[in-house]
């Protein structure tokens, strides 16, 4: 990381097991800058909400330190660090109204009555909930309790604020909804914000950088058009949105490029990502819209025949399942568009694309 | 298939719906429901009946027990009769008629054997009634007219005026003697109520008694339990488990076992005492006094009802997620004003639940106070057990059990105000 700024948030080495004999974090070097939007991504169980737990401090880590500010704090209780968090189910407290929720962190920060009512004020106008202070918990649909909780973790101005899978509960139109304010809120406060999902379009839609998480370690950590466009590995370029893989070996290096050949028979000009030398197994990556069909002969380096096996109309996109290469599970997105080509099911067709968009990776088999 | 949807299906035009076959909507739709109501009606019967018959009835032949006086008027038909023209404030004897027509009675109530019972039932009013309605009785063929004289020789209280104002204040078929008994009053022979000296007042004592130990039982249940159902509410389930199965073995423990066992650990020559003198913290000679007293009944009844408070308040403790607690902390809160300000307010459903019903329970308990509670430690329960099977003056302890409800009742009333019974959680 070259961050200019020192970075907010320091993981330095973290290592956190519950049971003395697994590691469900291994070894974690993380930065996150001032007023980033970073969200930890992976499948359950890969050790992103212990992470996101051990930095809000109600699990303590097992080795190594974490430092918010450049302070050290791995002794410093939950309360005193300062931390505004969105738990999943939201944890209102059902006994309050929404204002006295609100009023909570003022209250035990000792704030007096007219700026606890500014404050409060101010945060509910934020979510758009302004007429909604005087409502108990139970009162509330889903996106006001989810806005309520946000509005909570803000209201004390906190300089970090944590989100553990904030949207899990709320249904799918909802959930884009909220994502789209979040992020909004966001990048109008210029608060920072570690934010946990195993939801990729949502971790897509709102991140500044994503780590994703598997196996208690970060396989990758960056952007989220470099995710998609540019995974390190068979595993990232696999988790984020929809990837066909070759699987083969590399017959020969050429300095970016390598020939690759799959298992089904064929052979692959790939561009070299992350693979071993020649004869080393590897994993090929290729996004289902970057691959060509019926091409023009001698238009790509790579074009193959292959079978249309099955046809799904999506209305913007017919998504269609060839085999290919002995790989029968190649998906390939064709846009709608006026010219397309119209295919049926059984239909021998050519597939071609570039080098660049076919990404060698480590083997994950 | 008939193309009349069911709105034009309709031949009278009255607006109203009908169905495919003619019937009007609403008259088709309470036949349907009616047969399901009658067949969960038909289920509910048994127990309905049950109910009825082992609950209802009794308590409402207790209420009326506690007002009834029919004896009098039963036994004494002419001699109430022939009272009612007599003024019993008038400070003479009533006159002849009155004595000839008790002297008629007594006859019948001798051949039916029914002089005892209203000498047994005058006996609460005044002591001295028994023998002297048994004997009168006894003798009554000898009694000749004059009548008065007569009566008086047998029995010299026959001549005394407050003889036959009490029985002429007792001659209605209903009486409120046994509430004012129940609370430490009672009538002048001329139907005054007048409060009974102290040394006489009882029952009053005993309702004072009977809520401050309930009330102390109560709390001491709630200090106990509140740390325990914690425990068991956050601890994994396998350990939780095992912690339940020990706050309910006592409960499944026969009452009388462990109170017992409360009687080998409190006496004077008992597991706690012998250990305190051994320890060197009290001398031999100042064994404390832990059983058949307050202390006793407190500590026994407080171990006995326990589980009823650590049932509703674990039940109520294991719904509110532990992120309650969390959220607290991380907008700031120590864990002590997350606990006192989120967790605590959260649990009072069960705190309510578990209070009212340990209470509800304590105020009424009998068999713990009986064994160890000596004379300080009885509660009123005991004495309404002891009206009902040794001094057998059912009206009295009906008076006192009726106020022993409309207590618990107004109680009741009072927690729906207060905290609402919505808010209860029993389990």
């Known amino acids: ?365 | 298939m008939t193309s009349a949807t069911a709105t034009d299906a309709n031949p009278a035009g009255t607006g109203e719906v009908m169905t495919a076959d003619g019937v009007p909507l609403r008259i088709s739709l309470a036949r349907a429901r009616r047969r399901s109501r009658n067949r969960a009606l038909l289920l509910v019967a048994p127990l309905f009946l049950f109910v009825l018959i082992t609950f209802f009835i009794p308590i409402l032949s207790m209420l009326f027990r506690s007002v009834e006086n029919q004896i009098v008027g039963e036994t004494l038909p002419h001699t109430v009769e022939a009272l009612q023209q007599w003024d019993e404030s008038g400070g003479d004897l009533p006159p002849e008629e009155v004595y000839a027509a008790l002297v008629e009675d007594l006859r019948i109530a001798n051949e039916t054997k029914t002089a005892g019972k209203v000498g047994r039932r005058m006996n609460y009013e005044k002591s001295g009634f028994a023998s002297l309605f048994r004997t009168t009785a006894r003798r009554i063929k000898r009694i000749e007219a004059p009548y008065k004289e007569t009566l008086i020789k047998a029995k010299k209280d026959w001549g005394e005026l407050e003889t036959w104002q009490v029985l002429k204040r007792e001659s209605d078929a209903y009486t409120l003697s046994y509430y004012l008994a129940a609370v430490d009053f009672s009538y002048t022979p001329t139907g005054e109520v007048l409060k009974l000296p102290d040394d006489r007042s009882l029952y009053v004592g005993l309702f004072w008694r009977t809520i401050w130990m309930s009330l102390l039982i109560t709390v001491l249940c709630l200090i106990l339990a509140y740390p325990i159902s914690y425990l068991l509410s956050t601890l994994p389930v396998k350990t939780s488990n095992l912690l339940m199965i020990l706050v309910l073995l006592p409960f499944w423990t026969s009452l009388l076992v462990r109170t017992s066992a409360w009687i080998a650990l409190l006496q004077k020559e008992g597991v706690i005492n012998d250990l305190l003198v051994w320890v060197g913290l009290i001398g031999d000679e100042h064994r404390l006094t832990m059983i058949h007293n307050a202390t006793g009944t407190i500590v026994a009844m407080t171990h006995v009802l326990l589980p009823f408070m650590v049932l509703p308040l674990y039940s109520v403790m294991k719904t509110i997620p532990p992120s309650y607690m969390r959220a607290a902390r991380s907008l700031g809160a120590t864990p002590f004003m997350a606990f006192v300000r989120v967790y605590m307010p959260n649990t009072v459903p069960g705190i309510g639940a578990g209070a009212l019903l340990v209470f509800i329970i304590s105020i009424g308990y009998y068999i713990t106070p009986a064994l160890v509670g000596g004379q300080s430690g009885t509660l009123i329960s005991n004495f309404i057990a002891y009206h009902l099977s040794i001094s057998l003056n059912w009206g009295l302890a009906a008076a006192l059990g009726t106020i022993l409800l409309v207590l618990v009742l107004a109680l009741y009333i009072l927690y729906d105000k207060i905290v609402g019974i919505d808010n209860m959680k029993m389990g």
């Open chain 1, 1 to 365: 990381m070259t961050d200019s700024p020192p970075p907010l948030v320091r993981f330095e080495n973290i290592q956190k097991s519950y049971d003395g004999r697994i590691l469900v974090v291994k070894d974690l070097n993380l930065n996150v800058a001032q007023g980033e939007f970073l969200t930890m991504l992976g499948p359950s169980g890969s050790g992103k909400t212990t992470c996101l737990m051990m930095l809000a401090g109600f699990e303590p880590a097992t080795h190594g330190e974490i430092f918010l500010k450049d302070q050290p704090i791995n002794r410093v209780p939950p309360h005193k660090r300062g931390i505004g968090m969105v738990f999943q189910n939201y944890a209102l407290f059902p006994h309050m109204t929404v204002a006295e929720n609100l009023s909570f962190p003022l209250e035990v920060r000792k704030m007096d009555k007219p700026e606890r009512e500014r404050r409060i004020n101010r945060a509910l106008e934020m979510v758009q909930l302004g007429e909604f202070g005087d409502r108990r918990p139970a009162q509330l649909s889903g996106g006001q309790a989810q806005r309520v909780a946000v509005a909570r973790a803000l209201v004390f101005d906190p300089d970090l604020v944590l989100m553990d899978e904030p949207l899990g509960a709320l249904d799918k139109n909802l959930r884009e909804q909220m994502q789209y304010e979040i992020k909004h809120i966001h990048e109008n406060l210029g608060v920072t914000v570690v934010y946990v999902t195993h939801d990729q379009s949502e971790a897509l839609t709102m991140s500044n950088r994503i780590a994703v998480f598997n196996d208690g370690v970060i396989q990758q950590l960056a952007p989220p058009e470099d995710l998609y466009e540019k995974p390190l590995n068979a595993f990232v370029a696999n988790f984020i949105g929809e990837n066909n893989r070759l699987l083969g070996r590399i017959t020969g290096v050429n300095g970016d490029s390598c020939t690759v050949d799959v298992d089904g028979g064929g052979s692959v000009v790939a561009n070299s990502i992350n693979i071993g030398g020649e004869g080393a197994r590897t994993t090929l990556s290729l996004r289902p819209e970057r691959v060509a069909i019926n091409p023009e002969p001698g238009s790509l380096p790579n074009i193959f025949d292959a079978n249309v096996e099955e046809l799904i109309y999506l209305g913007d996109h017919i998504r269609t399942r060839v085999a290919v290469c002995g790989h029968d599970d190649f998906v390939v997105k064709i846009p709608n568009s006026s010219h397309h080509a119209s295919l049926e099911v059984g239909n021998s067709v050519k597939v071609g694309w570039n080098v660049e968009d076919c990404r060698a990776l480590d083997s994950s088999d």
